[in-house]
């Protein structure tokens, strides 16, 4: 049965799941990049509706000054025909070879209305112009408020009003005008446009390669690398936000060192939880099912008696870190080291159905890394570990005082896990009859050593040395003890490695 971290698994697939379900990302500097491009177009367009306004009131009032001119000049000759009722004279001032239409050539049309009502009109006069029917009563020239570009004035003789005339000017000279000022402000948009976009370009970019290393910093962060740190410069919001992130790594780097400290001394499990804002209510004293297991040196005391402090101290380490890779590869969880023993416990803090198993063949592969340490005594004799195991309930919970907690197991199964080991010899593997059958597994077989009186157990208990028959099993163990002398793979191996 693999045993791999399920946890693990699922945060890489979420990472994977979220990133194909992220939008195209867009680049900040293009966002900017568009919307100064955006807004300088709009500007200089209507910079321009101001401008063509502005000339065209200017345009306009030059017409107008122009018009006054001609109009005044016109109503004068017109007088004495418009009283005498001469349409000849009329259009022969206005229509002749020297005619007002052939010495004014802006003008388009005239028209000329009577005092009676009746009117009269040469040129090109427009057929929505209805202004015209009425009689204007301004001395003064008067432009009307028609879509074209009417002039009138009225026109008087000896103070009696003989009628209007009304002269249309061409606009096509403003045409002319306004399509050059347009194409003009075309090419300066354009070239406006183009010099503030490469400019917003340049500047987001240095605005947003900051912002770039720090999305890239966070996810070194996401994924654990509390190493990374950001170079800080200038006085600005994104300066702050770069030193409060390096600040936010040095505090997570800080929490993680803390965590990984109190690791060694308590349960890893218990302080993850604790340090991830975990509740202690989770941790209620209760009856569990367990295996424990139990592993000394053989011949301990004669051997600290004879050896240097610093050599047992650097001997037991040796042992005790290739144990713990063991135990922590099936799932286990090293409970406490006394003196020259190992405790540890499966099926808690990590829940596994098949713990017995598992710490069976931890066990086995403990005994087997052992001979492979190949650790001498000063007589010559090798240094040896033997293991007991026992499964059964055992009181979960925190055990000592106030001032001084540990959450460990204790209990009837317990204790006999520790008189199993004392039962066998270096190299053995010993445990009751009962854990045995817990195993459910043909991999292994019972060397019976018969029924043995147990402290602290009313009945006699019939225990027995443990050993793997199976290819399979044996080429489990040889593959996790293998792991364990791979000090350069993660300690936590068995949550990514191995067929257990």
């Not at 896990?417 to 043909?442: C, K, N, Q, Y």
Request: proline share 3%.
């Amino acid at each position: 049965m693999p045993l791999q971290n399920d946890n693990s698994v699922q945060i890489d697939s979420s990472h994977s799941g979220a990133a194909s379900e992220l939008p195209p990302r867009f680049p900040i500097r293009w966002r900017w990049t568009m919307l100064v491009g955006f807004a300088v177009m709009l500007a200089v367009l209507v910079l321009s509706l101001v401008i063509l306004d502005m000339e065209r009131e200017a345009w306009l009032k030059n017409q107008e000054t122009q018009a006054e001119v001609l109009v005044d000049r016109l109503g004068d000759e017109l007088k004495i025909p418009m009283l005498v009722g001469s349409s000849a004279d009329i259009e022969l001032i206005i229509k002749g070879k020297k005619g007002f239409l052939t010495k004014v050539p802006d003008v388009l049309g005239v028209h000329i209305q009577y005092a009676n009502g009746k009117d009269q009109h040469f040129g090109d006069i427009g057929q929505d112009d209805p202004l015209l029917n009425k009689l204007v009563q301004s001395s003064s020239i008067v432009r009307l408020p028609t879509e074209r570009l009417w002039y009138v004035k009225k026109v008087e003789y000896a103070g009696t009003v003989v009628g209007a005339v009304g002269v249309r000017y061409s606009e096509e000279a403003w045409e002319e005008l306004a399509g050059r000022l347009v194409g003009r402000m075309a090419i300066a948009a354009v070239l406006v446009v183009m010099m503030s976009s490469v400019l917003v370009y340049w500047i987001a970019g240095r605005m947003s390669h900051p912002l770039e290393m720090l999305a890239d910093a966070a996810q070194h962060v996401a994924y654990g690398d509390y190493s990374v740190r950001l170079p800080v410069s200038g006085n600005d919001e994104i300066s702050d936000a770069t030193s409060q992130f390096n600040a936010m790594v040095e505090e997570l780097a800080h929490k993680e060192e803390i965590k990984d400290v109190f690791g060694r001394y308590l349960n890893p499990k218990l302080v993850s939880d604790v340090f991830e804002g975990g509740s202690m209510s989770s941790y209620d004293n209760r009856r569990q099912e367990v295996t424990v297991l139990f592993a000394d040196m053989v011949g301990f005391t004669a051997f600290s008696e004879t050896t240097d402090t610093e050599e047992v101290v650097d001997v037991l380490n040796k042992h005790f870190e290739v144990f713990h890779r063991i135990i922590d590869y099936y799932g286990g969880h090293v409970d406490k080291y006394i003196g020259d023993a190992v405790m540890a416990v499966f099926n808690h803090p990590n829940e596994d159905s098949d713990h017995v198993r598992h710490s069976v063949m931890a066990g086995l592969a403990m005994v087997v890394a052992c001979s492979k340490l190949g650790v001498l005594r000063n007589n010559g004799e090798p240094i040896q570990f033997r293991v007991g195991l026992n499964n059964g309930e055992a009181i979960v919970g925190n055990i000592g005082a106030a001032e001084r907690l540990e959450y460990t197991v204790i209990g009837d199964t317990v204790n006999v896990a520790s008189r199993m080991g004392g039962l066998g010899e270096g190299g053995e593997v010993v445990l009751s009859r009962p854990t045995f059958d817990h195993i459910g597994s043909d991999e292994f077989a019972f060397d019976d050593m018969g029924e043995r009186d147990i402290k602290g157990v009313s009945k006699p208990l019939r225990c027995g040395r443990v050993k793997p028959v199976e290819e399979s099993a044996q080429r489990n163990i040889s593959h996790a003890v293998a792991l364990a002398f791979d000090l350069t793979l993660p300690s936590d191996v068995r949550q990514i490695i191995g067929d257990v």
